[in-house]
């Protein structure tokens, strides 16, 4: 029954009462409208179908209705997050008691170009479990002021768990059992240090998030039982590699090294190899090392720290293809025709030896200026070859449409004790294009080699983007004066390329750029390949960071089973064909923590560094306009809220026809993309927010 009334309301577009649904169906008797309405109350339960006020049953996916997260504000409104789509912008009157992380079914009431507004229908699930808050004595009383103020409720902790506790102790706090009101009781399960403690700022969203940042004792065990070079039996049925010309390059910092590589000049083209750490060799499967990794999924990089997926005597021992010291890996090596094209491969176990780790900065200024940094002279002529080649696979990828959304991203320096110094850009030299376009490669050559076997295996994919989201973008463009010539008839990866090279060179690119960019699906893991939009690519997996992704550790262990060990029987098929849709569906989510816990560290760290800018004028551009206020970005990539009610100069309203803020007297307004002059009135580490004002 539940598949048939599906059917009805998807094939006709429209709200059923419960009559309608019984004369669709055809029933007759009063047994049959009972069970009609237990299925229709179970498919409500499932969030499969809406009631509404009116009581009549439609989808989600006919209506306005979206389910999602909400992300509230302590000034009263909110953002309901929604996979896959915007974000929903909820005014302080349409909160409909929504708090923080609740669980909500919201109605899209408007559309302002991309930007969405609703209301709150229904509150689906709250979950109040664990929090970080900070330990203050009152009334003879110990409380816990919750880090995150949009959430309303007062925690009394008891006595004998209060006697170690001082004010100022940052605790993650269980919230237990409900006393009266909005009080809650509390459990302490960690203390996780005094906020005037240097990194327990960083600490307490790590912990807020749930990310384990320490690792057990039967973890640890196993890891000291792990020899920290290789062994001489390890050499046994590798090949040895240690003759070539293999090193690494990576950031100044870097002390996790996933990858190597090497280069030949042959006949018709190059020979690259892609040199990989062997995680999966040490990480046993069944282990508790490898269930904590499984656990993790990621290793998450946070502003001056890493909370990594395997403890350090692994991912900056071991594992790590530190130079001069034998290491095992598993090595693609590619021969590549001079247009870019994959024509022989090999993967193997292998054994290496990095001759020197490189840095970008110094293999920057070798490719970008000539100049050639003590200790580099040896490697400049394989350096400049693989220059060439990888301008080589850039050229093929862009032909074939490799969407490159040139997006910047800012970097955060900090000081001993963890204090904000500058804000600036990060780098993205050709070093780095140099490293990402040789790791692609690697990963499609790999991923081809599985797929064309048929054997189950975990795939990098991105979904094509919906033609309706991609037509509100350039409906949006049009709003701002410009006029796409690319004309959307088929979503495909060159016509997003298009569309992005005539946005080029205009002030709003960076805002356009990340606006498309939003208006595409997220890349996921998965078990079935779908091939990889942004890249253009027909098949694409994660192989070359098994340190620091789980996935690669995955796609490392099937290469050991199907190749080296010839293990492709029915019984390992089976295995994991049923274990990689979860293993996908849980690595996607810990990549999504991941991604949340380093923005909202970054958004802490932005906000006190403005925090000793008080006053301070600054150049900026407007980045988004909504109707309580504009956010300007700085070039930096600082973004701050210029509110409406700032703007003493006139009486400005929401202009939806031109998406600007638009005065009585000053009709041009403030509009997307200008540029302005701002000083910062307000910045609150504890909120991470940034408050500017425009300069008159």
């Known amino acids: 029954m539940e598949e048939k009334i599906l059917q009805i309301l998807t094939e006709d577009n429209r709200s059923f009462s419960v009559y309608e649904l019984n004369d669709a169906l055809g029933l007759k008797t009063v047994d049959e409208l009972k069970e009609l309405l237990k299925v229709l109350n179970n498919l409500e339960d499932n969030l499969k179908i809406y009631r509404t006020n009116k009581d009549k049953y439609m989808l989600f996916n006919n209506s306005n209705l979206r389910i999602g997260t909400m992300n509230a504000n302590k000034r009263g409104f909110g953002f309901v997050d929604i996979e896959g789509e915007h974000d929903v912008f909820i ?12 669980k909500v079914i919201v109605e899209i009431t408007s559309r302002h170009g991309l930007d969405l507004e609703g209301r709150i229908v229904r509150i689906v699930n709250r979950s109040l479990k664990f929090m970080v808050g900070e330990v203050y004595h009152k009334n003879k009383k110990c409380m816990i002021k919750l880090d995150d103020d949009k959430v309303k409720i007062n925690i009394e902790i008891s006595k004998d768990e209060a006697k170690d506790l001082v004010d100022g102790h940052k605790v993650l706090v269980k919230v237990a059992n409900k006393l009266k009101d909005n009080n809650y009781k509390g459990e302490i399960i960690k203390i996780i240090g005094h906020k005037n403690d240097p990194g327990v700022d960083i600490l307490s969203i790590v912990n807020e998030l749930g990310i384990p940042d320490t690792f057990s004792k039967e973890v640890l065990t196993e890891v000291e039982k792990i020899p920290s070079e290789v062994l001489p039996n390890e050499y046994e049925k590798r090949r040895d590699l240690r003759s070539l010309e293999i090193f690494t390059i990576d950031g100044d910092d870097t002390k996790d090294i996933d990858d190597a590589i090497s280069i030949e000049k042959i006949d018709n083209g190059y020979r690259l190899g892609v040199h ?16 904590e990794a499984y656990n993790r999924s990621t290793s998450v990089y946070l502003t001056d720290r890493v909370i990594p997926m395997l403890p350090h005597k692994l991912s900056n021992g071991i594992c790590s293809l530190n130079p001069l010291v034998d290491r095992l890996a598993i090595s693609c090596i590619m021969d590549i025709d001079l247009n870019g094209n994959v024509f022989s491969y090999e993967i193997l176990e292998s054994v290496i030896k990095s001759r020197k780790q490189m840095t970008y900065k110094c293999v920057n200024k070798i490719l970008n200026n000539e100049e050639v940094p003590k200790g580099y002279e040896e490697f400049v002529k394989s350096l400049k070859m693989m220059q060439e080649l990888a301008s080589i696979l850039r050229k093929n990828k862009i032909k074939r449409g490799y969407i490159d959304f040139d997006l910047d991203e800012s970097k955060i320096l900090v000081d001993e004790k963890g204090i904000p110094k500058e804000v600036t850009l990060r780098d993205r030299g050709v070093g780095q294009r140099l490293i990402e376009d040789f790791m692609i490669v690697a990963n499609e050559t790999v991923a081809t080699h599985i797929y064309n076997m048929d054997l189950p295996f975990i795939y990098r994919v991105h979904g094509s983007p919906n033609e309706d989201k991609i037509n509100e973008f350039l409906r949006f463009v049009s709003l701002t004066g410009y006029n796409i010539k690319t004309k959307i008839r088929d979503i495909t990866p060159l016509e997003m390329q298009r569309i992005l090279e005539e946005l080029k060179g205009k002030k709003e690119f960076h805002i356009f750029s990340n606006m498309l ?7 996921i893991y998965d078990s079935q390949n779908i091939g990889h939009f942004g890249l253009a690519s027909r098949c694409y997996t994660h192989f070359t960071s098994p340190i620091r992704r789980y996935p690669d550790t995955t796609v490392h262990r099937l290469l050991r089973t ?39 560290v970054d958004d802490m760290k932005k906000a006190e560094y403005m925090s000793y800018h008080i006053g301070e004028e600054f150049e900026g551009i407007i980045s988004s306009v909504m109707s309580f206020g504009m956010f300007v970005e700085l070039p930096n990539l600082i973004e701050g809220l210029v509110r409406v009610d700032s703007l003493k100069n006139d009486h400005y309203y929401f202009d939806e026809a031109t998406f600007s803020l638009r005065g009585v007297n000053d009709k041009r307004g403030y509009r997307l993309g200008d540029s302005v002059k701002v000083v910062v009135v307000a910045a609150s580490k504890e909120n991470k927010t940034i408050d500017f004002e425009i300069v008159k």
């Open 276 to 291: 990989i750490a062997d995680v999966s060799y040490y990480v046993k499967a069944g282990s508790s090392l490898d269930d």
């Open 91 to 102: 005014p302080p009157t349409d909160m409909n008691g929504a708090i923080h992380n609740d």
């Open 517 to 523: 960019l939003r208006s595409m699906q997220k890349a």
């Open 562 to 600: 199907y190749l080296f060990n010839k293990k492709i029987d029915l019984n390992t098929v089976n295995f994991w064909e049923k274990k990689l849709p979860i293993l996908a569906d849980h690595t996607s989510k810990m990549e999504r923590l991941s991604i949340e816990c380093e923005r909202q």
